[in-house]
């Protein structure tokens, strides 16, 4: 349990000499529409996290939005807006691709692990004032009270997301298939048209190859 308030704490210190990005906050009912507008987004795990060189390797479980092949991507971490998922759990990316096929994924974008730990989209604890006289227990009380309301939003969150991004997914998949069916359909009655262009074209020939012999026969 201690060890979780400090993690905390060290966090917060991190987190104000480090993320200098201004974000403006997103409401939980506009986060897909928000997140929808990058290159790729998809429900996946990070895998390995190379904290030297700053790369976190996902394997992609589900992929709701992107032109990729592959069941691995990898995020480069670029700057201070950089989302860091130092913790290997389920993540839903939001992310547009580098020139080297490697993904950002921005501070200011939607991006949350299924806990928020390990990540800049957890907030700084609050600030608790703190006289001689007040017990270590209260103030750990109040961590572990600030701790449980965050992540309990975090996972509303999440939980929304997915939902919605599985709707969205869905729909495309319901457009895609009408589509296909329409093309199919076109390509069908173009093939009808040629064909009966062809066989009007073959009746009329052999109608004129009758009347042309009976008419050398007389």
């Not at 599985?166 to 069916?181: A, F, N, P």
């Given at each position: 349990?201690?060890?979780?308030?400090?993690?905390?704490?060290?966090?917060?210190f991190?987190w104000?000499?480090?993320?200098?990005?201004?974000?403006?906050?997103i409401?939980?009912?506009?986060?897909?529409?928000?997140?929808?507008?990058?290159?790729?987004?998809?429900?996946g795990?990070?895998?390995?996290?190379?904290?030297?060189?700053r790369?976190?390797?996902?394997r992609?479980?589900e992929?709701?939005?992107?032109?990729?092949?592959?069941?691995?991507?990898k995020q480069?971490?670029s700057?201070?807006?950089?989302?860091?998922?130092?913790?290997?759990?389920?993540?839903?990316?939001?992310?547009?691709?580098?020139?080297d096929?490697?993904?950002?994924?921005?501070?200011?974008?939607?991006?949350?692990?299924?806990?928020?730990?390990?990540?800049?989209s957890?907030?700084p604890?609050?600030?608790?004032?703190?006289?001689?006289k007040?017990d270590?227990?209260?103030k750990?009380?109040?961590?572990?009270?600030?701790?449980?309301?965050?992540?309990?939003r975090n996972l509303?969150?999440?939980i929304?997301?997915?939902?919605?991004?599985?709707?969205?997914?869905?729909?495309?998949?319901e457009?895609?298939?009408?589509?296909?069916?329409?093309?199919?359909?076109?390509?069908?009655s173009?093939?009808?048209?040629?064909?009966l262009?062809?066989?009007?074209?073959?009746?009329?020939?052999?109608?004129?190859v009758?009347?042309?012999?009976?008419?050398?026969?007389?």
């Amino acid at each position: 349990m201690k060890l979780r308030y400090i993690f905390i704490i060290a966090f917060f210190f991190i987190w104000n000499n480090s993320f200098s990005c201004e974000c403006k906050p997103i409401e939980r009912e506009n986060m897909v529409e928000v997140g929808l507008k990058h290159e790729i987004v998809f429900y996946g795990e990070v895998i390995k996290v190379d904290s030297i060189n700053r790369i976190y390797t996902f394997r992609i479980l589900e992929l709701f939005k992107g032109n990729y092949n592959s069941l691995f991507i990898k995020q480069k971490y670029s700057g201070n807006c950089s989302i860091i998922p130092s913790v290997k759990q389920l993540w839903i990316v939001y992310a547009n691709f580098n020139d080297d096929k490697t993904i950002e994924v921005s501070g200011c974008s939607p991006s949350t692990g299924f806990k928020p730990y390990g990540s800049d989209s957890m907030p700084p604890p609050p600030d608790i004032k703190i006289s001689q006289k007040t017990d270590d227990q209260i103030k750990a009380l109040s961590f572990y009270a600030w701790d449980l309301k965050f992540e309990n939003r975090n996972l509303q969150d999440w939980i929304y997301q997915l939902e919605k991004l599985r709707i969205y997914k869905k729909t495309q998949k319901e457009i895609s298939d009408k589509e296909k069916t329409k093309a199919k359909l076109e390509k069908n009655s173009r093939y009808i048209i040629i064909s009966l262009i062809v066989n009007i074209v073959l009746f009329l020939s052999l109608i004129f190859v009758i009347l042309k012999k009976k008419n050398f026969v007389k």
